[in-house]
């Protein structure tokens, strides 16, 4: 077969080396399909112009031994062509993934009147979150603590419902919550949030003032128990022992396998997200909450030096504020970018993103979710992400400098208390190993007072070995 000149233009004689013949042909069509159009850096309309899902498949393969540049917009016309033609033989009943429920009801099958008060505190939040003033009405807690709020409504329900009753927050549906909590193990702080968000709720409708103030109680009951516990990611840290740079190696390692998998694959760019999500984590270790909803442009930004985050975090309301991040970090954020962009090129696909979602599948139309951070962890470091915001403090108690601000600013701590608590931790730390050190000194020094003073004694007795 005679290659087409374009394809040989296109591609140079060596490149084209070393195909099949069918893998020739199909780069021919390709490269008249190119010029017939005027495309000189096919984008995604040019692949869907191109072939059915087949046709496209058979293309990404020999695109990315000859020219995986291309391969970005391929990635996402392939993916949504799967999922459309997965839908069309869909059997799906419409009814939840997963396993059935065990702690909880559905969420629609919530009381109506506890329903119709989360909205208004959903809606009293989002107008709070945009700057506008309640004049009048209860305060709602922040939007991301109504979800929790609802779980633990849903998850005292089912408790009631079990028992032959009617869903309720009464004092013998909520001793019956506590009861299975305690049983299944539940560690007390976890029980100490839970107890504050029923109270919450009720203060929120007016309600059982008296139930509400034990509830606090009971919640302050339980965090002085779970204070006295050690907490379970110290315990998963004496354990495993893990440190910030095998954290970062596991990323590398990630980062690796990325660019080792075929160009144009949603494996490919699943192994950059997970790469990027962990470095950005050691770099930055906020909560999942505030991470998964960095968008690029607004929160997180890149300059011709590198990448920037200014955000506010969710928890505190506070502003978050990190001028540079590493330039090790460079790599892994610019690749979420340039594996989707026409041409690899990274700054028409950074102004196409912004505003979009940092962490995406599907080139910022929609956000992973932070339990998907999570999840990366898990798989990954084994365990949550949390765990790197306590290898930071580690890291800062174990230091013989004062590092608490360090730790403190990463993690974008900047409560009182908190701030008061870690430095009190870390200076007993420092403390207490300055005690060991100027104690091990003094034995070694009068270990070494004792053998002089003996060697004395000899060189002065008669017959001493001098």
Known sequence: MTLSPNASECFGVAALEGLAEAERARLARWTAHLAARGARVPGEEDFCAFGKLSTLERLRAVLGSVAPEQCGPLRRVIGELRRAKRAGRSNGTGNPRGPDLRLAIPREDLRADWHATLYDMRDRAKRLDAGLLLLSGPTPPASSMIGDIEYVLRAV??????????????????????????????????????????????????????????????????????????????????????????????????????????????????????????????????????????????DICRSNTGWSVATRLSKTDSEYDLPALWPETTPFLDALLTLDAVGGALWPEYDHRCGTPLFSETRGATALTADWISDVFYEHVGTGQHIMRTIWHQLAYESDRDLTWMSLALCGQLGARTKREYRERNARGRTVRAGRQSLAGRRKQALLDARLADCKTRDQSPGGTP
């Open 157 to 298: 329900s089912k408790v009631c419902i079990e028992a032959g009753r009617s869903p309720a927050l009464d004092k013998p549906a909520i001793l019956a919550w506590l009861a299975r909590e305690d049983a299944r193990g539940r560690r007390g702080t976890g029980l100490s949030l839970q107890a504050r968000l029923i109270a919450r709720f009720l203060a929120y409708r007016g309600e059982k003032k008296k139930l509400v103030a034990r509830l606090e109680d009971l919640a302050s009951d339980y965090a002085r128990r779970g204070r006295k516990l050690r907490k379970r990611k110290f315990q998963w840290m004496d354990q495993h022992g893990t440190t910030i740079g095998e954290v970062w190696d596991i990323a590398e390692a990630l980062r690796e396998k990325s660019v080792q998998a075929p160009p144009g694959t949603a494996r490919r760019y699943r192994l950059a997200l997970h790469a990027a999500v962990i470095a950005l984590s050691v770099n930055m270790p906020l909560r999942i909450g505030d991470l998964h909803r960095l968008r690029i442009g607004h």
